[in-house]
């Protein structure tokens, strides 16, 4: 099949490196305007009965929502659902997703249907690097807490 019909890519969390599928697409396609399209013309054939300019702004409208609802699907596909990582996240503000991906681990060290899951393969830090890190302040690494 061709991969121009291909929604989802195969990858690996960059921080636990579990696979996972993720949406290619981050903004509207040409399918997403010719769906927007169509659904202002039922729209407005159910509303007015006969052509209506007013089609132009329920079609503006469609295709706002219709990328609204694309960026959602591929923000949430994105966060790794294993760790908590969330790469968009990490780019702006690397210590949020430090944070975000403890009280991940936290939660699934707490939660008994992770007893029997397979491990996470967190990034090993070596104990010389890792005592550099923490002697300049980084806080506790989480790598070494598990």
């Known amino acids: 099949m061709l991969s121009f019909f291909h929604t989802r890519h195969n990858c690996y969390c960059a921080f636990c490196k579990s696979p996972r599928r993720i949406y290619r697409r981050k903004n509207i396609s040409f399918m997403n305007v010719v769906g927007s399209a169509l659904a202002s013309l039922v729209l407005m054939f159910a509303l007015w009965q006969q052509y209506d300019p007013r089609v132009l ?74 005592k550099a890190l923490q002697e300049k302040g980084k806080g506790r690494l989480v790598s070494r807490s598990i």
């Open 57 to 130: 702004i329920v079609f503006v409208i469609c295709l706002a929502i219709s990328e609204v609802f694309v960026k959602i699907r591929w923000r949430l596909s994105v966060v790794c659902r294993s760790c908590g990582f969330d790469p968009v996240l990490y780019l702006k503000h690397p210590e949020q997703a430090a944070n975000k991906v403890k009280e991940q681990l936290d939660q699934r060290r707490q939660d008994p249907k992770y007893l029997l899951a397979k491990p996470l393969n967190l990034p090993a830090i070596p104990a010389d690097k890792a």
